[in-house]
């Protein structure tokens, strides 16, 4: 019995066409009539419709188009559904623009005579002129796909129950439809009619593949038809076409057809809507319009329970699954894609979730998992990994395992012991190998996809399951628009405000974020425009469009009204706060995750404002605290906030404030031992002005000075003692010693200064062209790194005894001209004043002359023009090395004999200036005894640069850097 139908529903009309009996070289059909006569009687029995039915002889090409040009327009109203289905032959020829061009076969037509055929134009253009608001067209025939409009786009399909604003606005919008048995095939088709169908494929018996399903999904199986809600009693056409796609593409097989849906008109804002004959209509009340049902997460990335609301990225989850089910590809994946490409969603909110609960007809391939994440990664990467590792405890029978670490590049911007690093990547390693229930998938912003790439130790694997996350189609971007709207029971009103949007966003980079973001601004923005007009419409509107500014403005507008909201001091307080969690890569910048102590002020109102502002950006989803840590909810916001731009660009170097907040962290996680304070970084007494110094940092440097003051005095207790017999002398060895003192803190802060305006120490403006740089690993705490943290440790400076020394990653560097400007400023550190003495080792630059002759004697003769002596020694002596102000030793490849080495020890110790180059992996790749079958580690051991740095605690690795590339 069918249940009755309520008077809200458009009374329906129907023309149905079926031709089985062709004729003169076109192959008849079996099954055409008996499937038209079936669709008449579901539409007439269970969906009360008026129908019309046309068969084998009566569907002549002159009585079809007479049907739909001359009667139909008469029988129909505003009001009005009307259905056209055909089934019988179709036929696609061409390749044009809009792809190729279809026809449909008639009774009578003639091979090769198009005269004799219906052209999809026709009855195009026909419907096109029909006044009824609700219209759907049924093809069953081979290229029925070839019926695409121009201009359309696909659906977002249903995906939740249906509310009762929807089904409203399902009955009142215009709904015009097209439901194809197959696509057009594929383009430049020329077949002749009855050849290669996609009809009858079960030799006569029943209906096509197509009517089948679809009298299934008439008969009320399509209600809910994808299972991920309960039945409503409410037939789409999107519900039909979902439940005939699964019946005709098999999950794991290449499909015979592929059913179509596409909307027949740009501004299509209903859905044909049948009546679920087995049950009574039972829509959901509509979702609150409160801030906790917004659809869009903005800034915030996708987590697993966040998966309803994840549309746009079906091909990417699907691509990821084949990857991950099939045992014979690979055991570790990373998912790699510049930053706004949704590579932790992908993960977080749609793979996962299909794993756990995989759709019924790819459960048993899926299979069962258990999947763990880790924490993100810290310093020691690997305390998470245990962890995560701990978590899997005994498993189940017949489970699988997943480790997922999301944001892989924090390997390298918050761990900066390389031991440690290397430590954390060779268990990944082992843990694949050994483990073959497990599955690792990590997710690595492509910029730092060098690191991993290069690594020796999981190159290899990385290379084998490297997934790149694709850029959004605009039919992506657009479901990313419409899916969480529909989720929500929210539309766009005008329609074409979607299309503006997309606009706005296809030609911008990494653009996923800033829409999620603009869309999240415009639902508050039509939350606060129905509050103040007491509207009632579920709408997104032009309006709140232009309020928020567009996709770009949006960001901006939140951001800075917070900010132009706030009083003078809270201004500051919040511009400290972004300066410190932003992460400069040169030119390049990204968020920063930083620790929720480096918020902890001394000052007592200061944190309380600070925590005011972290409370507000939170809320704003600017700023996204995670356990004890904090950060910018993406790296869009700190590269398209114009006032944090400027801040940065107005305000010092944060370099200094990453070093003391280092140090202060590891003093105070090591019971604030006194080895751990500084004494003659000459960091410190830059850090002492810094006004935005936070409590630990202010406690770290005020115990720094007090040692330094105390080992000053102390040298100068002794001295004075020492000359205590001669009263006057020991009064001016004091001063001396004061003055020096003084002069050294005074070059140290020249220096510094320098060094926080002007970026002279990123790689790339001091190595040209194509080049490697080389690692420079230091083996103790005395160095620190001159260059970005991200780069790694390229160039290290440090005081040792009282001299002190450059080391470098490239001989380039000590020889460029194009460094001219870091060059004097870096020999002043070393010591080398204006007219003072600086050599280059001669003796020992023979690679480096090989490599570099236009480069090396151009440098002297720019070093000689500002005025410096330079010259070249041959010998390493004491007595050779008494009076330079700096030695340059550049990337040497013949060994140092004892008394060399010594000599240039002392010499650094006594107050001599070591400025030096090195390249371990050039060395082991091209050196002398690269054919002597040594290891790359026996190599190293006898680099003779090496030998030369050990006892100043550093060496070269084998590990390059790759720069400019």
């Known amino acids: 019995m069918c249940s009755a139908i309520s008077h809200d529903l458009p009374q329906g009309h129907a023309l149905v066409v079926g031709i089985n009996a062709y004729s003169g070289g076109i192959s008849p059909l079996q099954s055409a009539v008996r499937d038209a006569s079936a669709i008449a009687e579901s539409l007439k029995t269970h969906h009360s419709f008026d129908v019309e039915v046309m068969l084998d002889e009566q569907a002549g090409a002159a009585a079809i188009a007479a049907h739909l040009e001359q009667r139909l327009p008469e029988k129909l109203d505003e009001e009005s559904a ?78 939740g129950p249906l509310y009762q604003s929807q089904y409203e606005r399902y009955l009142k919008g215009t709904a015009w439809q097209a439901l194809t048995s197959a696509s057009y095939d594929e383009k430049a088709m020329d077949v002749s009619p009855g050849r290669h169908d996609t009809r009858d494929l079960h030799g006569g018996e029943g209906h096509s593949p197509f009517a089948a399903a679809l009298l299934k999904g008439l008969s009320g199986e399509a209600d809910s038809a994808r299972g991920s809600h309960e039945p409503d009693g409410i037939l789409t056409a999107t519900e039909l076409y979902q439940y005939v796609f699964e019946e005709l593409v098999p999950p794991d ?98 793979l996962l979730p299909r794993l756990l609960e995989p759709r019924e007809e790819m459960a048993e391939r899926v299979g069962k998992w258990k999947i763990v994440s880790t924490s993100r990664l810290s310093v020691d990467p690997s305390v998470q990994l245990d962890a995560a590792m701990a978590e899997f405890g005994e498993m189940p029978a017949g489970h699988r395992r997943l480790l997922f670490i999301d944001q892989f590049e924090e390997l390298y911007t918050r761990s900066h012991d390389a031991d440690k690093r290397t430590r954390f990547v060779q268990r990944l390693h082992d843990l694949v190998k050994d483990n073959p229930d497990l599955t690792i998938i990590v997710t690595l912003r492509s ?215 280092r140090a202060a962290s590891e003093w105070d996680n090591n019971k604030r031992a006194r080895g751990m304070l500084w004494n003659d970084n000459p960091i410190l007494p830059i850090a002492a002005k810094r006004e935005e110094l936070n409590k630990l940092e202010r ?118 001209p194009n460094g001219s400007n870091f060059m004097r400023l870096a020999y002043y550190w070393l010591g080398g004043e204006m007219g003072e003495p600086i050599v280059f080792s001669s003796g020992h630059s023979e690679a480096l ?19 410096y002596r330079v010259g070249e020694i041959e010998e390493l002596t004491p007595e050779t090395l008494a009076d330079i102000a700096v030695l340059v030793i550049g990337n040497a490849w013949h060994s140092f004999t004892e008394n060399e080495l010594m000599a240039v020890h002392d010499y650094v110790a006594n107050g001599g200036g070591l400025m030096v180059a090195g390249l371990g992996w050039s060395w082991v790749e091209h050196g002398p005894l690269k054919d002597s079958g040594l290891t790359p580690a026996e190599l190293l051991e006898i680099y003779p640069m090496n030998v030369l740095m050990q006892p100043f605690g550093l060496v070269w690795t084998e590990q390059p850097i790759f720069t400019t590339r």
């Open 82 to 159: 009307f259905l056209f289905y055909f089934a019988g032959h179709g036929v696609a020829r061409g390749d044009g623009s809009e792809g190729p061009k279809g026809f449909l076969i008639p009774h009578g037509a003639a091979p090769g005579a198009q005269d004799t055929w219906l052209s999809m134009d026709r009855v195009r253009e026909a419907l096109q002129a029909l006044p009824c608001k609700h219209l759907l067209v049924i093809l069953d025939c081979c290229f029925a796909g070839s019926f695409r409009w121009a201009a359309t786009r696909a659906v977002v399909w249903d995906s």
């Open 253 to 350: 097989a290449p499909p015979n057809q592929t059913p179509g849906i596409w909307p027949l008109k740009p501004d299509n804002t209903g859905q044909f809507v049948f009546r679920n004959p087995t049950r009574p209509p039972k829509t959901e009340p509509d979702p609150p319009l409160d801030p906790e049902n917004n659809p869009w997460l903005g800034l915030k990335a996708y987590s697993q329970g966040d998966a309803p609301l994840f549309f746009g990225r079906e091909r990417v989850v699907e691509e990821l699954i084949e990857w991950i089910v099939d045992p014979d590809d690979p055991r570790f994946v990373s998912v790699v894609g510049a930053s706004g490409t949704g590579k932790s969603s992908v993960v977080k909110a749609g």
């Open 447 to 661: 910029d730092f996809e060098p690191r991993a790439a290069g690594s020796e130790i999981i190159g290899e694997l990385w290379a084998r399951g490297r997934y790149l996350v694709p850029a959004l189609t605009i039919e992506e971007f657009r479901d990313c628009i419409i899916g969480p709207a529909q989720v929500k029971a929210i539309y766009f009103e005008p329609d074409d405000l979607v299309d503006e949007l997309l606009d706005e966003v296809m030609s911008m980079p990494g653009a996923l974020p800033m829409l999620s973001f603009a869309l999240s601004e415009m639902y508050h923005q039509a939350e606060l425009r129905r509050r103040e007009t007491g509207a009632t419409d579920r709408a997104i509107t032009q309006a709140d469009h232009e309020a928020t500014g567009g996709v770009v403005g949006a960001l901006h507008r939140r951001a800075s009204q917070l900010y132009d909201e706030s009083d003078p001091k809270t201004q500051k307080t919040i511009r400290q706060v972004f300066l410190r969690m932003i992460s400069q890569d040169g030119a390049r910048l990204a968020r920063r995750r930083i620790d929720l102590r480096e918020l902890e002020m001394a000052d007592k109102e200061e944190n309380a404002r600070v925590q005011a502002v972290v409370d507000r950006y939170v809320k704003a989803r600017l700023l996204v605290i995670d356990g004890d840590e904090i950060e910018p909810a993406h790296d869009t916001l700190v590269v398209a906030w114009e006032r944090l731009l400027n801040w940065l660009g107005d305000a010092r170097s944060q370099r200094v404030m990453r070093a003391v907040w």
């Open 699 to 816: 406690e770290f440097v005020k115990a720094s000075k007090k040692k330094k003051r105390r080992i000053l005095f102390r040298n100068l207790f002794v001295l004075g003692a020492a000359a205590s017999i001669i009263l006057t002398v020991a009064g001016y060895a004091i001063d001396r010693a004061l003055d020096a003192e003084w002069q050294r803190q005074t070059r140290d802060e020249v220096y510094l200064e320098i060094l926080e305006v002007g970026d002279f120490f990123h790689v790339g403006d001091v190595i040209t062209g194509d080049a490697e740089g080389g690692v420079v690993y230091p083996l103790d705490n005395g160095w620190w790194t001159l260059v970005n943290e991200q780069e790694g440790p390229f160039m290290l400076g440090r005081t040792y005894d009282n001299g002190r020394i450059l080391a470098a990653g490239h001989e380039e560097l000590i020889v460029s």
């Open 849 to 867: 002359q090989a490599y570099h002759p236009h480069y090396y004697y151009p440098m002297m003769e720019q070093m000689e023009a500002m005025d």
